[in-house]
């Protein structure tokens, strides 16, 4: 069985190897140039120096973090590709495998062969499945060193994208990816229509997971603070902030999506600064600034709920697989 499952995958692992080397020989390069420009520019040692505190007096690293961003943060964007690599497995490793067998026909001599449909199914996902592992466990690795800079700048470990491709969730995302390409390929019986399958159900079983089911994995915290603070949050703990703005005295939102500084560091005249919001007829003061967040330190507790999810997804795949197959005439 470990023979022929090489024999039958050996050209997608080929493919597989060739697409990783592209891909490195692409995020090497940025990567290395991302960090050399963070730690020459000072910008690493000035948020080493700001540390994990809540709150920051004066300018902070704004200026330099301003510049980095402007040179590399559309690179983020090339993140996208490790986003992209468990569907790919899913739907070049997972959905052949049995619908190849089927639609070709090789499946009457495969199944007469002394072997059990439940031991070969369970055989082939088992040696896919590990290969399938390893792939995510270094891009996993490999994801988390090219993101730090730019981690590190503000954006934070938690936000999406670069949530969904480092730590263990793309292991979660990788098993389940390839299990539903197999129970796919048990439902159509041919290769394109399960490749088509599996797409659309695991970008709809993605969606539904980050969008819905992550931002309420932990209910979420809240800060407050005056306008006229002589300090500001620390936008670059990594907290992943739902939503922000200004609030009056009422508790209204009267400035969405917007934080104000009117301290001595921020506005200059503080009380013109805070008088304005009178005159804008936003009520009554006093104001402050409010966020809802979920806290940086929460990232693996996150990561460790929704690769637990997407297991439980895959042990239920394949076991509906496994049934599946002992239908298949």
Known sequence: ?????????????????????????????????????????????CLRALGHAQFVGGEGCEALSQRFANQHDSTAFLAILFV??????GLFLGAPLVAREVENGTHRLVWTQGISRRRWILTKFGLVGAVALVLSVGFALGAAWWLTPLADNGLGRLRYLFFDVQGIAPIGYTLFAVALG?????LTRRVLPAMGLSLAAFIAVRALVELLARPVFLPAKSLTYAVDSPVMANRFTGDWVYQQGVRNGAG???????????????G????????????????????????????????WTFQAIETGIFLALTALLVGLAIRRVRRIA
């Open 84 to 89: 992209l690599l468990p569907l790919l497995a």
């Open 268 to 299: 200059g005249d503080t009380s013109r600064c805070v008088a304005r919001f009178v005159q804008d007829g936003f009520g009554p003061g006093p104001y402050t600034n409010w966020q809802e967040y979920q806290p940086a330190d929460r990232f």
């Open 252 to 266: 209204t939102l009267v400035l969405p999506d917007a934080r104000v500084g009117c301290g001595p560091d921020g």
């Open 1 to 45: 069985m470990i023979w022929l499952t090489w024999r039958q995958h050996r050209k997608q692992a080929l493919w597989t190897a060739v697409a990783l080397a592209v891909l490195a020989a692409v995020l090497v390069p940025t990567g290395l140039s991302m960090r050399s420009s963070f730690e020459d520019s000072g910008l690493g040692a």
């Open 182 to 186: 197999i129970l796919a390929g048990t």
